[in-house]
Nanobody, 122 residues
Framework: VQLQASGGGLVQAGGSLRLSCAAS????????MGWFRQAPGKEREFVAV?????????YADSVKGRFTISRDNANQNTVYLQMNKLKPEDTAVYYC???????????????WGQGTQVTVSS
């Protein structure tokens, strides 16, 4: 599975962005998909995960109620992260990842995208 993340950019606090992660490979629908982020000087942290079927999701406490993860298995092999009410502390490089286990643990993921920068100005 190869992953290509996009959709990052510069936005003011309170604004919205939608990240996309396009996957290639015929087994995309078998994988749980996660989003992680890494701010300068900090470790990469879990943001959200969606199960292979799309029926189960989980979020970090810091983004609950503001971010929504979804996926399109049938048509585009894409996972999305809708980010609303963005805060300056959401500024980071965002990475998508694929793994057979839908988990918040980084080492559960076998494949990673290249990352997309999100910058939220105050």
């Amino acid at each position: 599975v190869q992953l290509q993340a996009s959709g990052g950019g510069l936005v003011q606090a309170g604004g919205s962005l939608r990240l996309s992660c396009a996957a290639s490979g015929r087994t995309f629908s078998a994988y749980g998909m996660g989003w992680f982020r890494q701010a300068p000087g900090k470790e990469r942290e879990f943001v959200a995960v969606i199960s292979w079927s799309g029926r189960s999701t989980s979020y970090a406490d810091s983004v609950k109620g503001r971010f929504t993860i979804s996926r399109d298995n049938a048509n585009q092999n894409t996972v999305y992260l809708q980010m609303n009410k963005l805060k300056p502390e959401d500024t980071a490089v965002y990475y998508c990842a694929a793994g057979l286990e839908s988990s918040g643990r980084r080492n559960s993921y076998d494949y990673w995208g290249q990352g997309t920068q999100v910058t939220v100005s105050s």
